[in-house]
C-alpha cells in the first residue's frame, strides 16, 4: 500500500480496513483511556491541549479522541498525501483536527505538543532510524509520549490471519499485516534499539494483549 502507484480502489479499501482492524485488534482506546485522557483528567492544565498524531493513517484514532475530549486540538501527520486526503474527507466534521503531509524525520522542526501518539510507525523505519525517530518525539511532547506497536509472536500472526481470512479482502491489509508482524518487535529488541538515546530512563516498555507492544515516555 506504500507503493506511490498502488491501485487507489484497493488502497480506499485498505485505509477502511485498518480502521476496523485498529478497533478491533490494536486496544488503542484502552490504552488512550489509561494514558492521555487519565492524564488530562488527574492533571488538568489550561485548555485547550494539543496532541500529535504521527502516522495517523485514516485519521480514525485522532476523531475518537476529538469526539472524547473537545478541548483537545490534534494534528495528524502522514507520509502519505493519499492517506491525508482520506483522513480530511473522513474528518471533516471534526475541526479540531488539522492534518498536515510530512513523515518522522521532519519532528524536529514542528512545535511541541503536549501529547505525542506514534502508533503503528516504528516497525516501518529501518533500524538505525528508530532510536532517533522515539528521541525526537519524546523532545516534542511536553507531557507525554505514547507509541503503540507490534509485537513480534507466532499467536500474533496466527490471530491476524484468522481475521483477515474473514475481514480483509480485495485490499492490501492482509498482506501489509502479516508483513508488519513480521517486522513487529520484542520487548528486549526495542530496548536495546533505544538504550543509548538521551531520555532513555524516562520511558518504559511492555506488551499489551492482544499482540502489542507499548513504549511511555514521560519528558
Same mark, same amino acid.
Given at each position: ?6 491501485d ?7 485505509l477502511?480496513?485498518?480502521?476496523l482492524?485498529?478497533?478491533?485488534l490494536?486496544g488503542?482506546?484502552? +490504552?488512550l483511556e489509561?494514558?492521555?485522557?487519565e492524564?488530562l483528567?488527574?492533571?488538568?492544565? *489550561?485548555?485547550?491541549?494539543? +496532541? =500529535?498524531?504521527?502516522?495517523?493513517g485514516?485519521?480514525?484514532? #485522532? ?6 475530549r ?5 494534528v ?8 491525508? @486526503? &482520506?483522513a ?5 466534521? =471534526?475541526? @479540531?483536527?488539522?492534518f *498536515?503531509h510530512g ?9 511541541? &505538543?503536549?501529547y505525542?501518539? #506514534?502508533?503503528d $510507525? ?8 528508530? #532510536?532517533? @525517530?522515539v ?5 516534542r511532547?511536553?507531557? =507525554?509520549?505514547?507509541a503503540s506497536?507490534?509485537?513480534?509472536s ?16 480485495r485490499?492490501? @491489509? ?7 508482524? *513480521?517486522k ?6 526495542l ?13 518504559? $516498555?511492555?506488551?499489551? *494483549? ?10
Amino acid at each position: 500500500m506504500d507503493l506511490p502507484d498502488s491501485d487507489p480502489r484497493r488502497l480506499e479499501r485498505t485505509l477502511r480496513q485498518i480502521v476496523l482492524i485498529n478497533r478491533l485488534l490494536t486496544g488503542y482506546r484502552k +490504552l488512550l483511556e489509561r494514558t492521555v485522557l487519565e492524564d488530562l483528567r488527574h492533571h488538568p492544565g *489550561r485548555p485547550p491541549y494539543t +496532541l =500529535l498524531d504521527v502516522g495517523s493513517g485514516g485519521g480514525d484514532i #485522532a476523531a475518537w479522541l476529538a469526539r472524547r475530549r473537545s478541548d483537545l486540538k490534534i494534528v495528524c501527520l502522514d507520509r502519505d498525501p493519499r492517506a491525508v @486526503a &482520506f483522513a480530511r474527507r473522513r474528518c471533516a466534521s =471534526l475541526p @479540531a483536527i488539522e492534518f *498536515r503531509h510530512g513523515s518522522v524525520c521532519e519532528l524536529d522542526t514542528m512545535e511541541r &505538543f503536549d501529547y505525542v501518539l #506514534a502508533h503503528d $510507525i516504528l516497525h516501518h523505519l529501518p533500524e538505525g532510524e528508530i #532510536a532517533p @525517530a522515539v528521541q525526537t518525539m519524546l523532545r516534542r511532547a511536553r507531557r =507525554l509520549l505514547v507509541a503503540s506497536d507490534l509485537l513480534r509472536s507466532r499467536q500474533s500472526f496466527l490471530i491476524f490471519s484468522l481475521f483477515a481470512a474473514v475481514f480483509l479482502h480485495r485490499s492490501f @491489509a492482509a498482506a501489509d499485516g502479516r508483513l508488519s508482524i *513480521r517486522k513487529g518487535f520484542l520487548p528486549e529488541e526495542l530496548q536495546e534499539l533505544l538504550s543509548g538515546i538521551e531520555g532513555f530512563e524516562r520511558l518504559t $516498555i511492555h506488551c499489551e *494483549r492482544p499482540g502489542r507492544i507499548v513504549l511511555i515516555g514521560r519528558p
